[in-house]
């Protein structure tokens, strides 16, 4: 299994930025699928996750309101959008791809991993 994230950028507070992870390699359309964040110097934190269906969706506080996750499972994506970027929130963005009992919160929950894309937001 193979996931490739892009979409990173640098943008201004307050500005927007969608991020977008694809995957290959036949992974479960059961999986559940999240995004986390490393900041320099820091460990990496959850951000958000959707199940299978896209019917149960899970947000670190920080981002709650701001930031949407989506996944299409036709095209095998999950989307990521951040509205209302803070300086606080600029990070390399992960994708991952968990098909455990989780929970999802937890990065030892996810056995694939993109190469991550970096978000920097400007004050």
């Known amino acids: 299994v193979q996931l490739q994230a892009c979409g990173g950028g640098l943008v201004q507070a307050g500005g927007s930025l969608s991020l977008s992870c694809a995957g290959s390699g036949g992974t479960s359309r059961y999986a559940v699928k999240g995004w986390f964040r490393q900041a320099l110097g820091k460990d990496r934190d959850f951000v958000a996750a959707i199940n299978w269906n896209g019917r149960e969706l899970t947000y670190e506080d920080s981002v709650k309101g701001r930031f949407t996750i989506s996944r299409d499972n036709a095209k095998n994506t999950v989307t990521l959008l951040m509205n209302n970027l803070r300086p606080e929130d600029t990070a390399v963005y992960y994708c991952?791809?968990?098909?455990?009992?989780?929970?999802?919160?937890?990065?030892?929950?996810?056995?694939?991993w993109g190469q991550g894309t970096l978000v920097t937001v400007s004050s």
């Open positions: 991952a791809v968990g098909t455990g009992r989780g929970p999802f919160v937890r990065s030892d929950a996810y056995e694939y």
